[in-house]
């Protein structure tokens, strides 16, 4: 059967019109700002490695990329945006092992962080150091420990948000130690490291970035690292595991994107973020503030967050922990 010229015509221009729109919904760099969101406040672990590496990105990709800083929820907030955003690649995700493996074991979120993220590459990893402030006359993990037993319930610990790793920190000490010290959450590393500081709080399970130059100055004294080895830069502060053997509460930050972003945008800016990270003076810079750059494979992401997502969900449940 023959058809109508015009029925052959609109065909046509429709199928144009769909391959005009899916190159437009592909096009790299996004013509829209291509904006870095980050779930914590600015001057903190996450702000100060997005910063680095945002930098390094516009120079590459000619196009400015805008740090965006989100807090609120121990970084879920920003995740829930990001799960949410346009999925054009304009919008990436500064992700961090709260909100995307531990938080979703603790608390009822608006989003689910293996389905409504892609995952780009991993950016940054490091460990958390445990600090005190100086006037608490604390110089060791066993006298931190000693006290929390002399007086329980009265030495607290700051953490960047309900469900982040510098939480759970807190509480994996709490339980191999069989001591109790309390929570407090903060909205970022920023703020809870000027209230120990100023000494309204005890400790606080800091990211190198913030914590480094205090324990330099002598106003913070470091007790403990929470990684399995001693870091580079801080080689005379021991590991917890050190006194409790297969402790391992480590930090990390990894870029995705809204889970509908197009596969060929998805694997674009992972050669542009593996470019980044891998750019000498950004390596350099970052292991200036205690992080690592650690680029790789999407699928290597995929896999290591639904790793981490199992790990984190079974010592929830088996240390029975929960958040205020």
């Given at each position: 059967?023959?058809?109508?010229?015009?029925?052959?015509?609109?065909?046509?221009?429709?199928?144009?019109?769909?391959?005009?729109?899916?190159?437009?919904?592909?096009?790299?760099?996004?013509?829209?700002?291509?904006?870095?969101?980050?779930?914590?406040?600015?001057?903190?672990?996450?702000?100060?490695?997005?910063?680095?590496?945002?930098?390094?990105?516009?120079?590459?990709?000619?196009?400015?990329?805008?740090?965006?800083?989100?807090?609120?929820?121990?970084?879920?907030?920003?995740?829930?945006?990001?799960?949410?955003?346009?999925?054009?690649?304009?919008?990436?995700?500064?992700?961090?092992?709260?909100?995307?493996?531990?938080?979703?074991h603790l608390m009822k979120l608006r989003y689910d962080p293996l389905k409504d993220l892609a995952p780009i590459t991993m950016g940054v990893v490091f460990p958390n150091v445990l600090v005190v402030p100086a006037s608490t006359g604390i110089k060791t993990l066993a006298e931190y420990v000693a006290r929390a037993k002399r007086e329980p319930g009265k030495l607290d610990f700051a953490s960047t948000g309900p469900g982040s790793a510098s939480h759970l920190a807190g509480e994996l000490l709490n339980d191999v130690a069989h001591i109790s010290t309390v929570h407090i959450p903060y909205k970022g590393g920023a703020p809870a490291l000027q209230d120990v500081l100023g000494g309204r709080v005890a400790s606080f399970y800091a990211a190198p970035p913030t914590a480094l130059p205090h324990i330099e100055s002598g106003k913070l004294i470091a007790l403990a690292t929470t990684g399995l080895t001693r870091p580079a830069y801080l080689p005379n502060v021991p590991t917890v595991a050190e006194s409790y053997p297969g402790f391992n509460a480590t930090n990390w930050y990894a870029f995705l994107a809204p889970a509908k972003t197009p596969q060929p945008l998805l694997d674009r800016w992972n050669l542009e973020l593996v470019k980044a990270l891998n750019a000498p003076e950004v390596r350099d810079n970052l292991l200036k503030h205690g992080q690592t750059a650690t680029p790789g494979k999407r699928e290597e992401l995929g896999k290591f967050i639904g790793d981490e997502y199992a790990k984190w969900g079974r010592i929830i449940q088996e240390r029975k922990i929960t958040i205020e």
């Open positions: 059967m023959k058809l109508p010229k015009w029925y052959v015509a609109s065909f046509i221009a429709a199928g144009l019109g769909l391959s005009m729109t899916a190159s437009k919904a592909q096009e790299f760099p996004p013509k829209r700002p291509v904006t870095m969101v980050v779930g914590f406040a600015a001057g903190g672990s996450a702000d100060i490695a997005a910063r680095i590496i945002a930098k390094k990105l516009s120079e590459n990709i000619g196009q400015n990329v805008v740090v965006d800083n989100k807090p609120g929820a121990g970084g879920n907030l920003a995740h829930g945006q990001v799960a949410n955003g346009p999925a054009d690649g304009s919008m990436l995700l500064f992700g961090s092992i709260g909100p995307l493996t531990i938080s979703p």
